[in-house]
Nanobody
């Protein structure tokens, strides 16, 4: 199993930056494909960015609305993934969730709130 804890959310002005972290506990973290999802009020949860595990190392993907602004990365030694968010917009406001996926198993963190507002 994988336990995930997110941190780094908060209130930021439009155009600002935040870095989210998600630290895992459990075995075989490097095998997991990891991702950041977000859910805004009244909207479905969407995949923001994903980074593959060691079997497909180097593969990353982003939803179109964050390409060029967000960067996902991972440190398997620290069992942590990051989401660097730059040029934030009000429409980025949401609860951001960390996800770990391996074979047929999905694990979720509790979420961290990101609010972009002046």
């Amino acid at each position: 199993q994988l336990q995930l804890v997110e941190s780094g959310g908060g209130l930021v002005q439009p155009g600002g930056s935040l870095t989210l972290s998600c630290t895992a506990s459990g075995i075989a973290f490097s095998m997991y494909d990891m991702g950041w999802y977000r859910q805004a009020p009244g909207k479905q949860r969407e995949l923001v960015a994903a980074i593959a595990g060691v079997l497909r190392i180097g593969i990353v993907s982003y939803t179109d609305s964050v390409k060029g602004r967000f960067t996902i990365s991972r440190d398997n030694t620290e069992k942590t993934i990051y989401l660097q968010m730059n040029s934030l917009k009000p429409e980025d406001t949401a609860v951001y969730y960390c996800n770990g996926h391996y074979r047929n198993n999905d694990y979720w963190g509790q979420g961290t709130q990101v609010t972009v507002s002046s």
